[in-house]
């Protein structure tokens, strides 16, 4: 026999070996569901992956894909091509395992255990795309992801830390493996290291000490990062409040709007330090900080005298877009109450609310009526200015139909109101009907005791 029909026989001894192997690692059984006809092209296919050809190889790998979990009864045949010498292959492989879905589990699981980088990685981030696209618990996943996280390729530490993320505060128990590679040398790792734990929200309390730490990192954008990190935990990150005070005060330090927003979200009212930062921003930071220091009270509730105060002074700001701010966010704090009866601080700013219906600004006029609206009763001395906004035929819809619907939550302690809403019902604009018909049709359930009572409060 020459070179070339020794040749010819050991490449069929090994197509047949390869085939075997394939057939053999596939479960024993097909879905349930399976209907014969797709059972064949299934079989078809998985014939075609031991082809010497690598593109047929290819092509039944994209076949099985697009078959999704009918194609179950290739799995192990899809394992094989997991070791194929063309790399395309092995990564529509992997595209296809994914797509099967969890009978594939176990041989993504098993390319883990490659000598090869890349494969560890590709296994780690199709065990994530299985997870997200099936919706499986965390629990069959994190023992995975955290023995990757300890790999000693940092494309796999970094892909399995980016992974956990995915499962956000279930994930909570991969957070000491985590908090770890924060101190990481590899930058990508640190990075998604970071981004996991601020998905899990204040489920990474225990974490705060490691993401303290990179503020300090020598990677500008890690240190901001690091900052939106602590506000997401929120009041169990404050032991960052110093550190955080001390950067805002650094002079050449970037990520100031963070800072700020870190220190308003780990909770400013029973926090001084932070709230003398807060305040002292408010009457001297630029428009920006401003800005940002008035929304992030509004968004935290901050029900504090001081803030108050702060934000209804902020309704005089030189710039519209800290009134708008400041107006939002008075109508938003509310006391810790729950059963809903008190009103926000809005109704305490109903002059300041009432004068800023004269704002140039129409964005800033919007606002305020929308305040004034969520004072309710407390807005009754504003009734007569809502009314010249609704009746004015120049105003824009926008504060038209923003008028209507606040004098329909100011309710039935002014008599004018009802006759208004009535009116407003069949204006010409489609907007302003609306808005009075969904309020006329609340003030049936009320009576005017009620409403008196709330507006005396």
């Given at each position: ?379 009754l001395s504003a009734v007569t200015d809502l009314l010249d906004v609704l009746e004015n035929n120049q105003s824009p819809q926008l504060l038209r139909a923003a008028a209507v619907n606040a004098l329909g939550k100011i309710g039935l302690a002014d008599g004018r109101i009802v006759g208004a809403l009535e009116k407003a019902a069949k204006d010409r604009d489609e907007k302003v009907r609306a808005v009075a018909k969904e309020r006329l049709g609340d003030l049936q359930g009320s009576g005017p005791g009620e409403q008196v009572s709330a507006a005396s409060r």
């Amino acid at each position: 026999m020459d070179h070339t029909a020794h040749l010819s026989t050991l490449g069929l001894i090994l197509l047949a070996a390869t085939v075997c192997i394939a057939q053999d690692a596939a479960p024993s059984h097909p879905p349930a569901d399976l209907d014969p006809e797709t059972a064949e092209i299934v079989d078809a296919l998985i014939l075609d992956l031991a082809s010497f050809d690598s593109g047929t190889r290819g092509q039944a790998a994209r076949g099985l894909k697009t078959l999704g979990p009918k194609a179950a009864g290739a799995v192990g045949a899809l394992a094989v091509l997991l070791t194929d010498d063309v790399r395309e292959n092995r990564w529509v492989a992997f595209d296809a395992l994914a797509a099967i879905g969890p009978p594939a589990m176990g041989a993504l699981t098993g390319a883990l255990n490659s000598s090869n980088d890349r494969t560890r990685k590709m296994a780690v981030s199709h065990l994530r795309l299985l997870a997200r696209r099936f919706e499986l618990p965390a629990e069959q996943f994190l023992p995975l992801f955290v023995s990757a996280m300890q790999d000693r390729s940092a494309m796999v530490r970094s892909m399995a830390a980016a992974a956990v993320g995915d499962f956000k505060a279930d994930g909570k128990g991969a957070l000491e493996a985590l908090a770890k590679l924060l101190d990481d040398q590899d930058q990508s790792v640190r990075h998604n290291a970071l981004v996991s734990i601020c998905r899990m929200g204040p489920a990474a309390e225990g974490a705060v000490d490691a993401v303290i730490r990179l503020l300090d990192d020598r990677d500008r954008f890690l240190r901001m990062h690091a900052c939106v990190v602590l506000g997401k935990i929120g009041p169990p990150a404050r032991a960052a409040t110093l550190k955080l005070v001390e950067m805002y005060r650094t002079p050449s330090v970037n990520g100031r709007e963070e800072i700020l927003t870190a220190l308003a979200r780990i909770g400013p009212t029973d926090n001084p330090l932070a709230m003398g930062l807060l305040l002292d921003v408010m009457t001297n930071g630029d428009t920006t900080a401003r800005w940002r220091v008035a929304w992030e009270l509004g968004r935290m509730n901050a029900w504090d005298e001081r803030s108050i105060s702060a934000l209804k002074a902020a309704l005089r700001d030189r710039h519209q877009a800290v009134r708008i701010a400041a107006a939002n966010a008075l109508s938003k704090i509310h006391p810790d109450r729950t059963d809903g009866s008190d009103l926000p601080a809005s109704a305490d700013a109903v002059d300041a609310l009432t004068r800023m219906l004269k704002d140039p600004e129409t964005r800033v006029r919007w606002s305020a009526i929308w305040a004034l609206g969520e004072a309710r009763g407390a807005a009754l001395s504003a009734v007569t200015d809502l009314l010249d906004v609704l009746e004015n035929n120049q105003s824009p819809q926008l504060l038209r139909a923003a008028a209507v619907n606040a004098l329909g939550k100011i309710g039935l302690a002014d008599g004018r109101i009802v006759g208004a809403l009535e009116k407003a019902a069949k204006d010409r604009d489609e907007k302003v009907r609306a808005v009075a018909k969904e309020r006329l049709g609340d003030l049936q359930g009320s009576g005017p005791g009620e409403q008196v009572s709330a507006a005396s409060r």
